[in-house]
């Protein structure tokens, strides 16, 4: 075999080993997401128990986790392939913004001025500001904090609406995190803690308050939580409207109610109908 005979079948033979190696690479590469499944990313809180929580195991559970699920479902991923995005309220805009999810489910509150940043499929929970109190005791009205101890979050909306309209008389004590505020509500060092009922209720439900704390059933404010997505994505917005629609019509958001707010005896209101918001 002479020189050229012998070029020729070098580079045959090397570019055999190119396209190989190249194949190789694309079966690595749809294989990375899960059986050559795509992902979806999906915002969620990760420290909101009944809502949006990460387990020590590193598994989610929570209201708002089973809603995300059913609807990445309804738009054709499996649960294996969603990328859970933690999203704390401050960065929730922003992340849609920046495309880090692809929406977020993380008690979002539908409000106007979030509506010209972001915009919102359903709603899928109306939740009420509420007050968490001890089990032995009784708030009938919200008038009935004036002289107690009130606690909520640095900075938060729900103890500021309490504090200027329903009880200003009320002690405001301020504490970094809701745990803080439980611990605070079990020792006896405040009264009542207040936020979204779906949050309190979850926080009830933990099986380190079961049977010590329990919601007052005041309706102090109307919260509508939507799933937000990124602004003019319409078609992604459609059709999460309809997974929820169907979520409500086959039983799973029931059922998802009753396994993350029932044991906190959570008096929630019916699903809601989408687009219906309630002032």
Not at 2 to 7: A, M, S
Not at 39 to 60: A, E, M, N, W
Not at 128 to 134: A, F, W
Not at 155 to 167: D, E, F, L, R
């Amino acid at each position: 075999m002479n020189f050229r005979k012998i070029t020729a079948v070098s580079a045959a033979v090397l570019a055999l080993a190119v396209t190989a190696t190249a194949c190789g690479s694309d079966d690595k590469d749809s294989g990375s997401s899960g059986g050559g499944g795509k992902k979806i990313k999906v915002g969620i809180k990760f420290d909101q128990p009944g809502l949006g929580l990460k387990t020590p195991d590193g598994s989610y559970t929570g209201f708002d986790v089973d809603v995300a699920k059913y609807v990445a479902k309804e738009l054709g991923y499996d649960e294996k392939n969603i990328d859970f995005k933690e999203t704390p309220s401050a960065d929730r805009e922003n992340a849609l913004q920046r495309g880090d999810v692809d929406y977020i489910v993380a008690s979002y509150s539908i409000t106007d001025e979030r509506k010209a940043k972001v915009d919102f499929a359903g709603p899928y929970l109306l939740a009420h500001q509420d007050l968490l109190i001890r089990a032995d005791d009784k708030i009938a009205k919200g008038a009935d904090l004036n002289g107690k101890k009130l606690c909520s979050v640095t900075g938060s909306t729900s103890a500021q609406n309490v504090k200027k309209t329903i009880a200003p008389k009320a002690q405001l004590r301020e504490y970094g995190t809701y745990s803080e505020c439980m611990d605070g509500l079990t020792s006896g060092a405040v009264d009542a803690l207040t936020t979204d009922d779906s949050i309190l209720a979850g926080y009830a439900s933990q099986d380190q308050y079961k049977g010590k704390v329990k919601l007052a059933g005041l309706k102090l404010s109307n919260e509508n939580y939507g799933i937000g997505v990124k602004k003019g994505d319409t078609k992604m917005t459609d059709k999460i409207n309809k997974a929820l629609e169907k979520m409500a019509s086959d039983g799973a958001w029931e059922k998802a109610v009753k396994d993350n707010f029932g044991p906190a005896n959570y008096k929630n209101e019916p699903a809601p109908k989408i687009g219906n918001i309630v002032k």
